[in-house]
Nanobody, 117 residues
Framework: QVQLTESGGGLVQPGGSLRLSCAAS????????MGWYRQVPGKRRELVAH???????HYADSVKGRFTISRDSEKGTVDLQMNGLKPEDTAVYLC???????????WGQGTQVTVSS
């Protein structure tokens, strides 16, 4: 089992920056990939960025060049540095982890990011 806890959300003005952090606990060594999704009420949950081994990254087109994902596999943490934030980035951001051996997905509770002047 894996538990995920996010931190770092908040209110920021357009063009500003935020850093989201997620810490895993439990069977950290079983995690194969971690990442971030976001969800807006009434819309589908969408992938923001994901990072596997060895540090293979994938970004949504809408955040390329603005967001950077990083991971510490030994500590079970994944961070998302978000620069150049836009109002359309406003959403609940959820941490995600996957264990291929057991084909399990794990989700955090989510952290609100609001971009507004």
């Amino acid at each position: 089992q894996v538990q995920l806890t996010e931190s770092g959300g908040g209110l920021v003005q357009p063009g500003g920056s935020l850093r989201l952090s997620c810490a895993a606990s439990g069977s950290i060594s079983s995690i194969d990939a971690m990442g971030w999704y976001r969800q807006v009420p009434g819309k589908r949950r969408e992938l923001v960025a994901h990072i596997g081994e060895p540090a293979n990254t994938h970004y949504a087109d809408s955040v390329k060049g603005r967001f950077t994902i990083s991971r510490d596999s030994e500590k079970g943490t994944v961070d998302l540095q978000m620069n150049g934030l836009k109002p359309e980035d406003t959403a609940v951001y959820l941490c995600h982890a996957v264990t291929i051996a057991t084909m399990m997905d794990y989700w955090g509770q989510g952290t609100q990011v609001t971009v507004s002047s």
